[in-house]
C-alpha cells in the first residue's frame, strides 16, 4: 500500500516497505493475539516517523526552500533542492530538528499525562496509545542522534567536521555502525542490527570515495611562481585564517586576516590581498554582503581579486549576470576549481541553462559531494536534459557503486531515446543489486522497452 498526500503544504510519499516494517517491529503483538495492540503500533510509528520528518521540514522551510517527506523502509527522508547552500550550522539544525520535534511531543504528552488526571478517563487502549507514542518518539530520537551514517547524529556529525574531513567522518560513523550492531545483536534486537550493519557498509563505501585529501575551499591556487615568497609568519597567519572559513570560525578568520594587514614592515601585495579575500569570505559566511563588497574593493588595490570570491558576491547580491561573466572567465582561463564551478552551475540553472549547467557539473562531477551531484542530476530530468541527467547518474554509478544511480541512468537514457544505452545500465542497476521488478514495469519511463527488451533483464512481476 502505498500513500500520497500533502500535509500543510509539505509532499508525503509512504511507500509499502514503511508498513512493513512498521509490521514486523510490531510483530511480537500480533503473535501474542493482541490484534488492536498491534494496530495501535502501526499508527504510533507512522506519526511518530512523520513528526519526525516533520520537524526536519520545518526547519527547511525557514530557508524558503520546499521539503518532500518520503517514508521508506529504513524509516523516513526529509529531502530538499536548493541552487543556493545552506550554512553548515544551518545543516546541523536542520538535522537535529527532527529528533527534537519528536522529543516535544513526547514532552508534551507526558506532562497532560502527569498532571490532568481527567486524561485518564479515557478508553485504556488511547492512553496505552499515548504512553507509546512518548517511548516511540524518544527512542526514536535518541536512536536518531547516533554519529552513524545516514541517521541524523551522522549528518551533525558530517557537518561540524566540514567537508574537508569526509574521510573521517565515514571513519567514525562506520566505526560506531560497527560497535552498536554489536550491542545491539546481543540485546536481540535484530531490526536494529540489520540497519546499523547496512550504515556500516554505506559507510564503507563512503569513506573509499572520498578523496584522501582535497584543497582548501578558500584557498587560492599557487601556480604563479612569480610570487615572492612569504615570510613564515605571514604565510602561517593565512594557513590559520584559511581553515578557520573553512570551519566557519568567522570572527577568528577576521581576526587572523586583520593580524596579516597590521604587519610592519607591510607583508607583500598578494598576502594583503588574500588577507582582504579571506575576510570577504567570512563576511559572506556571516551574510553581510554590502561588507563582503567593500573587503573585495579593497583586495583589489593588492592585484586581481580571486574570482571565485567575485563571483560569489555578485551572486549574494542577485547579480547573475555578472557573476557568470566573471565565472565563464575564469573557467575559460584555466581554473577548475569546484569553487568556481559550483556557483556557475547555480547561474545557469537560474538563468534557464539547465544542460550547460549539467555539462559543467559533470565536468567536474569528482569534486562534487554525491547529494550535489544527483541534485544536478534530478534537475536535469526534470527539465528535459535527459542526455546529462544519464551521463551525471552514470558517473555517480562508477564512482559509488550503488543500484539506485544506475537505474536512474537507465531511466534517464530511456528518455532520451537511447534505448540500448538504457538497457545497459539497467543491466548494471541489477548486477549492483536492484530487484524492484514491480517498479520497473510500472515505470513511464520505460514504457518504450515494456515490448519485451525489458523482461530480458528483469522478468515481468
Known amino acids: 500500500m502505498r500513500m500520497s498526500f500533502r500535509l500543510f503544504g509539505v509532499p508525503v510519499d509512504v511507500q509499502l516497505g514503511f508498513w512493513l516494517s512498521a509490521a514486523l517491529l510490531g510483530f511480537g503483538r500480533l503473535v501474542a493475539e493482541q490484534y488492536q495492540r498491534f494496530l495501535v503500533w502501526i499508527i504510533v510509528v507512522f506519526l511518530s516517523v512523520l513528526m519526525h520528518e516533520f520537524g526536519h521540514a520545518l526547519a527547511i522551510k525557514r530557508h524558503r526552500i520546499e521539503p518532500e517527506i518520503t517514508l521508506h523502509f529504513m524509516g523516513g527522508t526529509t529531502t530538499w533542492r536548493s541552487l543556493m547552500p ?72 558530517e557537518h561540524a567536521l566540514g567537508p574537508k574531513r569526509g574521510r573521517l567522518t565515514a571513519a567514525i560513523s562506520g566505526v560506531a555502525a560497527v560497535l552498536l550492531a554489536i550491542v545491539f545483536l546481543q540485546m536481540g ?28 575551499v578558500v ?18 597567519l593565512l594557513q590559520r585564517a584559511r581553515r578557520a572559513v ?42 553581510d554582503t554590502k561588507a563582503a563588497v567593500d573587503a573585495v574593493a579593497q583586495a583589489r588595490k593588492h592585484g586581481e581579486p ?20 566573471v565565472l565563464e572567465a575564469a573557467r ?51 527539465r528535459g536534459a535527459f542526455d546529462w541527467s544519464a551521463r551525471l547518474y552514470e558517473a555517480i ?23 540500448d544505452r538504457a538497457l545497459e545500465l539497467l543491466r548494471d542497476a541489477v548486477e549492483a543489486g536492484f530487484s524492484d521488478r514491480a517498479r520497473a514495469w510500472s515505470d513511464s519511463a520505460f514504457e518504450a522497452l515494456r515490448g519485451g527488451p525489458l523482461e530480458t533483464v528483469l522478468p515481468r512481476p
Open 86 to 157: 545552506l550554512g553548515r550550522l544551518q545543516h546541523v539544525i536542520i538535522s537535529l530538528a527532527g529528533p527534537f520535534a519528536g522529543f516535544f511531543v513526547a514532552g508534551i504528552l507526558y506532562l497532560l499525562l502527569s498532571y490532568v488526571p481527567a486524561l485518564h478517563a479515557l478508553p485504556p487502549m488511547l492512553i496505552y496509545g499515548m504512553d507509546t507514542l512518548i517511548w516511540v518518539n524518544v527512542v526514536w530520537g535518541v536512536l536518531n542522534l547516533i554519529p552513524v551514517l545516514p541517521f541524523d547524529g551522522g549528518h551533525v556529525l
Open 189 to 216: 534486537f535484530i531490526f536494529f542490527t540489520f540497519i546499523l550493519v547496512m550504515s556500516a557498509f554505506q559507510s564503507l563505501q563512503r569513506f573509499r570515495s572520498e578523496p584522501a585529501a582535497s584543497s582548501p
Open 219 to 236: 584557498n587560492r591556487r599557487r601556480a604563479a611562481l612569480q610570487d615572492e615568497p612569504l615570510p613564515p609568519e605571514t604565510e602561517q
Open 246 to 287: 573553512e570551519d566557519e570560525r568567522t570572527d577568528e578568520a577576521r581576526a587572523l586576516a586583520g593580524e596579516v594587514l597590521a604587519q610592519s614592515p607591510a607583508p607583500p601585495k598578494r598576502a594583503l590581498r588574500e588577507a582582504h579575500e579571506l575576510i570577504g569570505w567570512a563576511h559572506l559566511l556571516l551574510g
Open 306 to 325: 580571486d574570482p571565485a570570491l567575485v563571483g560569489a558576491v555578485h551572486l549574494a547580491q542577485g547579480e547573475l549576470k555578472q557573476a557568470r561573466k
Open 332 to 382: 575559460e582561463a584555466g581554473d577548475d576549481r569546484k569553487e568556481i564551478a559550483g556557483p556557475l552551475i547555480r547561474v545557469l540553472v537560474e538563468q534557464g541553462e539547465v544542460a550547460r549547467a549539467a555539462a559543467v557539473a559533470l565536468d567536474i562531477v569528482e569534486q562534487l559531494s554525491e547529494d550535489d551531484a544527483r541534485r544536478m542530476a534530478e534537475i536535469a530530468f526534470e
Open 397 to 419: 554509478f562508477r564512482r559509488i557503486g550503488q543500484s539506485e544511480d544506475a537505474y536512474d541512468a537507465a531511466r534517464a537514457s530511456a528518455k532520451d531515446g537511447n534505448l
